[in-house]
Structures are given as C-alpha cells and as structure tokens.
C-alpha cells in the first residue's frame, strides 16, 4: 500500500510540477503579442488534467463513490484533447490548414469535451449506477482521439517536406512519443491489459517525455537554455514534496491504513502534494502579490524587486553568449 502510493504520488506530484511550469513559462517567456504561448498551456493542462486523474483513481479504489468513477473515466480523455490542441499549434503558421483546425478546435471540440465532461460527471453517460460503461465511452473516445490522429498526419507530412534540418530531428522525436502517448491510452481504456498503476505510469511517462520536447522546443525557438531552470524548479519542489508527504505516509502506515481512515488520508496526501508544487510553481506570482500588498505605498522597491526577480529568472535561461553587463538597461 504504502509503495503504491509512493509511485502514484510521484508521479502525481511530476505531472502536475511539470504542468505547472509550462503554464507558468508563458508568463516568464518573452513571446511577443501576435505569437501565443497556447502550445505551452494546452500541453500544461493536459499534464495538471492526469495529475488530477492520479487522484481520482486512487481516491475512487479505497471507496465505491460512483462520482469518483464518473470522475477517473471523464479525465481519462483530457490529457489525449489538451494534446490534440498542442498538436494543431504546433504546424507553421503558413500551414493551409492550420487556422481551420484552430477553429474547429477552439468552437468544436473544446465546448463539445466540456459538454461531454460535465455530463459524465452529473450523469450516466459514461458510467452507469451499476459501474458499466456507456456508449458515451465511444464518443468521448472518438472526441478526443480523431482531431489528434488528423494534426499527427499533417505534422508528419509536414516534416517530410521541411527544408529546416535543425528542426526535424526534435520535431521526429516528438512525433514518435505522441505514438507511444496513443498507445498508452489505449491500454487506460482497457485495463483488462495491465494493472491500474503500470498503466498510470506507462502514460505518466510519456506525457514527460512529451512535455520535456515541448519545453525543449519553446526554450529552442526564444534561444535559451532550458536545462538549468528546470533542473532549478524540479529540485526545489521535490524538496518540498518530501517535507509535506512523508508525514502523511508515516500517519498511514502507523494507523495501518483502515478503510475508515484510508480515503481521507489519501486525499490528504495528494492535497498536500498539490500545495506544495503549487507553492513552488508559481512563488514568483506569490512574491510578486506580496510585493503589492506590503510595498503599495513604495514604488521603487517594487520596480526595484520586480526588476532582481526578472534578472534573476533571465540568468537562469540566457544563454552563455548573453554578455547582461554590455547589454542596454531597457533590452
């Protein structure tokens, strides 16, 4: 029990630091104003969407709380649609069919999943009040599976035709784990195959794996390093992921894990999880609100901080050929 929920919380606790970083990279980066960061955010979403999904399907095995059912199978398809939409930002903006696959996604299959996503939770659409599935399954299924198939054809064709060389290589890498991602869908869809925890972390796995090309592809594109900051960010919330859920497993391997006790435990755990990364995630977003609240009445101090902050973040991800002591203030 308690190496199980050490798995389950690492990887719970992995998927959503990472997602959190990439959503938080969209504020730290410096993207101009006609280029979004939706890349970034759909593939944070769908990372924070499985960490969700990780505890869920632990709460719902220590109890027969039918809304935790409904729960773990609608956020099964979250992480493959949030993909689908990195997918469709990731062919070139002269791509014929890339402002058409934007629309579709944006006013089809982003309402029709959040439709489809409340239904299942305040109805039987994917699982009935006997546990069985529905033929909801399907569409949910096709949902989020179809516009994913349709971008991974059009980016395939659209690497064989690049003349960018410095740009296959991570652009195939990316391709070939989106390969493993389907796969590792499937067998969630069809536990029958592997046990609930392998198959957790078979698609933990590759959603990494395709978070960290996404990150790589990002800090690529703005000409940064990307290796030291995430290094930085990983360290730093293990640390605190430690602190706060040893405790909690000590508890439950003390009381020896009664049924009783078991759920709220467990959901204290990841709760604690979540705090933690969140802490770390997004400290400069707390820093800066508390800069605001304290320092309302001093404006230097809060440019003056704002502006150690910025540095601080940009040393992290320049490059070594960014010389900061020759470079103009304002740049």
């Not at 190496?3 to 959503?23: A, D, K, N, P, R």
């Not at 195939?172 to 989106?178: D, P």
């Not at 809060?302 to 490059?319: D, F, G, H, I, P």
């Amino acid at each position: 029990m308690i190496l199980t929920l050490v798995l389950l919380g690492f990887s719970f606790s992995l998927c959503l630091w990472f997602g959190l970083y990439l959503i938080a990279r969209t504020h730290n980066t410096t993207h101009n104003a006609d280029t979004t960061n939706k890349h970034l955010i759909y593939t944070g979403l769908g990372l924070v969407s499985f960490a969700v999904y990780i505890a869920a399907i632990t709460l719902g095995q220590q109890s027969d709380n039918l809304f935790l059912e409904r729960l773990r199978w609608a956020l099964t398809f979250l992480p493959a649609i949030f993909w689908s939409g990195t997918l469709i930002e990731l062919l070139a903006d002269t791509h014929q069919q890339k402002k058409l696959l934007q629309r579709v996604w944006n006013y089809s299959i982003a309402p029709l999943s959040i439709l489809f996503f409340i239904t299942s939770l305040s109805t039987s659409f994917l699982v009935s009040t006997t546990a069985s599935l529905n033929f909801g399954l399907y569409l949910f299924t096709l949902l989020a599976v179809l516009p994913m198939l349709v971008a991974y054809i059009l980016l395939v064709k659209q690497q064989f035709s690049s003349r960018e060389a410095d740009k296959r290589t991570p652009l195939a890498l990316l391709l070939v784990i989106t390969l493993f991602f389907s796969i590792s869908v499937g067998v969630l869809l069809i536990p029958a195959l592997v046990s609930t925890t392998v198959g957790i972390l078979m698609l933990g796995f590759d959603l990494i794996v395709l978070a960290f090309c996404i990150a790589y592809l990002d800090a690529f594109d703005q000409g940064e390093k990307w290796l030291p900051d995430i290094i930085r960010s990983g360290v730093a919330t293990s640390i605190l992921c430690i602190i706060f859920g040893v405790q909690i497993l000590m508890v439950i391997g003390i009381e020896g894990g009664t049924p009783t006790a078991r759920p709220s435990m467990i959901f204290l755990y990841f709760s604690s999880l979540a705090l933690a990364t969140l802490i770390q995630g997004f400290h400069r977003f707390w820093q800066e609100g508390l800069d605001k609240l304290v320092f309302a009445q001093q404006p230097k101090v809060l440019q003056s901080r704002q502006e150690l902050r910025a540095a601080s973040s940009a040393v992290l991800r320049a490059k070594d050929l960014v010389d900061f002591d020759a470079m103009p203030a304002d740049e």
